[in-house]
């Protein structure tokens, strides 16, 4: 149990595109998603906390108009980057908290998208 | 301040242990966690420790803290190459609190 997916698991596009990451609790429901980025041999940097139905909190320095979260349902989260640049290019992480009861912060994590803009 | 410290790289043979050190600046953390991530792939939790205590055990894992020095460590016993990956510390503050603050992680190698 506890399944978390991303998809894309990779994507490759041209600058000034945009790119729309989902992210999907599998067997759970998630009152709290949250987005990751981490950069090439890099911890994992928190851009947005994501609660279902509600705006997303963004971290200091993350963009909200160019990473734009919706939290539309108990099991989705999307993630969409707009305009993309070479510089967005990175490995988006997500992370899903179960909708219980837990004694520690409990998340799990997608498997990850590694988007590359031209 | 949110801070937190890992050395870059471990390289252990097979069958010895490995013992993988990470320092926090932030006293208010309730919970430190220990994440495995594979070439490619998310995070795996691998244990978690509670702020008052001192060490937790775990088959071949065996996590100590030392609050006052804030230091956080991760033992792993018999290491395997399948144990080759980047491990994660991080800290979450506070029962109501969702964010998890990474470490840098390090890179453990494991050769035969």
């Known amino acids: 149990g506890a399944v978390v997916s991303q998809h894309p698991s990779r994507v490759i596009c041209k600058s000034g595109t945009s790119v729309k990451i989902e992210c999907r609790s599998l067997?759970?429901?998630?009152?709290?998603m949250f987005w990751y980025r981490q950069f090439p041999k890099q911890s994992l940097m928190l851009m947005a906390t994501s609660n279902e139905g509600s705006k997303a909190t963004y971290e200091q320095g993350v963009e909200k108009d160019k990473f734009l979260i919706n939290h539309a349902s108990l099991t989705l989260s999307t993630l969409t980057v707009t305009s993309a640049h070479p510089e967005d290019s990175s490995f988006y992480i997500c992370?899903?908290?179960?909708?219980?009861?837990?004694?520690?912060?409990?998340?799990?994590f997608g498997p990850g998208t590694r988007l590359t803009v031209l | 301040g949110e801070d937190v410290e890992q050395s870059l790289f471990l390289s252990v043979r097979e069958g010895d242990s490995s013992v993988i050190n990470c320092t926090y600046t932030d006293s208010s953390s309730t919970y430190l966690y220990w994440y495995k991530q594979e070439p490619g792939a998310g995070l795996q939790l691998l244990t978690y420790?509670?702020?008052?205590?001192d060490m937790k055990q775990d088959q071949r894992l065996t996590v100590l803290l030392n609050k006052k020095d804030k230091h956080l460590s991760l033992r792993i016993a018999d290491t395997q190459t399948g144990d080759s990956a980047i491990y994660f510390c991080a800290e979450s503050m506070g029962y109501n609190t969702d964010k998890l603050i990474f470490g840098t992680g390090t890179r453990l190698q494991v050769f035969p």
């Open positions: 992370s899903a908290r179960p909708q219980r009861e837990a004694l520690y912060n409990e998340q799990f």
């Open positions: 067997d759970f429901q998630a009152t709290t």
């Open positions: 420790i509670f702020s008052n205590m």
